[in-house]
């Protein structure tokens, strides 16, 4: 892998207020919440050992409310 430091912007309603969580072989290293509720800004970090493939994170808010969204690494 070429890159094994990633940050993804999210843009969604109200997601500041949401807890991210991953599959293994990527860890989470820092969730940015910015003055705009609607961005969320994640910094990843990919293992080594990380297998190029679809991996899925998981958004949830204090309400138990969860959403999925699949990323993919080449």
Same mark, same amino acid.
């Given at each position: 892998? @070429?890159?094994? @430091?990633i940050q993804l912007l999210l843009y969604? @309603? #109200?997601l500041s207020n949401c807890e991210v969580t991953v599959e293994r072989g990527i860890t989470i290293q820092?969730?940015?919440r910015v003055? #705009?509720? #609607?961005?969320l800004?994640?910094?990843?970090?990919?293992? @080594?050992?990380t297998k190029a493939?679809?991996?899925t994170f998981q958004l949830s808010k204090s309400n138990k409310q969860k959403t999925e969204f699949d990323f993919e690494i080449k």
């Open positions: 892998m @070429e890159y094994s @430091e969604g @309603e #109200n820092k969730v940015h003055q #705009n509720q #609607n961005y800004f994640i910094d990843l970090l990919v293992d @080594e050992e493939g679809t991996y």
